[in-house]
């Protein structure tokens, strides 16, 4: 199970375009790489999972690149309400549970 | 669709009364049913998980208990509450494997006194 690491707080402004990266370096063959987003007071929702190179979806783009070490979530023209903390995971496809850390808490500002 | 139910919103307990704490899914069958305990400021913490009725896996030694009683019920309890038990308590869902979006409940915040 990938152990991940990521910044613990980042600022933005609103229009501007946010990476977040996520260092994995013990990786496994079998892990995939997800992102999830919270929001106070809610359970996490997910954003985007991906295995290798580029995956995008109406939400957000995930890189990852060939040797899988890292990750970089990124946030095209943030705005307000993509303040909220963004946790990386490694996830096994042989396990059925998600290991959550302490994320990166993004803060947008106008 | 499916939804997913969490009861009570908030709760106030004193320590060592018992807990019992209930999610609901609706909308789908044979769900992989998960709690998960945030302390404030924290990442989430996995407690349980269960792949059926009545087969519960735990995470972390705890004077936490869990049960599955019917398909879509899940039911975190405790005998005795202890201060370090304070928190927020989630509850999700998931299809399968571990690859498929886990989806979460409103949540109940837990206050341990």
């Known amino acids: 199970l990938a152990k991940t690491t990521q910044p613990i707080s980042m600022d933005s402004y609103e229009g501007q375009e946010v990476n977040i990266t996520c260092s994995h370096n013990?990786?496994?063959?079998?892990?995939?790489i997800t992102w999830y987003q919270q929001f106070p007071s809610q359970g996490p929702r997910f954003i985007i999972q991906g295995y290798k190179t580029k995956v995008t979806n109406e939400v957000a783009s995930l890189f990852i690149p060939a040797d899988r070490k890292s990750s970089t979530l990124s946030l095209p023209r943030v705005s307000l309400s993509d303040t909220a903390v963004y946790y990386c995971l490694g996830v096994d496809t042989g396990r059925r549970a998600l290991t959550f850390g302490s994320g990166t808490r993004l803060q947008v500002q106008p | 669709s499916q939804t997913i139910h969490q009861w009570p919103a908030t709760l106030v307990q004193p320590v060592g009364s018992p807990l019992s704490l209930e999610c609901t899914v609706e909308g789908t069958s044979n769900p992989n049913l998960y709690w998960y305990r945030q302390a404030a400021g924290r990442g989430l913490q996995l407690l349980f998980y269960s792949v059926g009725i009545g087969q519960i896996s735990s995470e972390v030694p705890q004077n936490l208990s869990a049960s599955r009683p019917q398909d879509r019920q899940f039911i975190l309890s405790s005998k005795k509450l202890l201060l370090s038990d304070s928190g927020f308590y989630l509850c999700?869902?998931?299809?399968?494997?571990?690859?498929?979006?886990?989806?979460f409940g409103p949540g109940t915040r837990l206050t341990v006194l």
């Open positions: 999700a869902w998931s299809a399968g494997t571990s690859l498929d979006e886990q989806f």
């Open positions: 013990n990786i496994a063959t079998n892990d995939y």
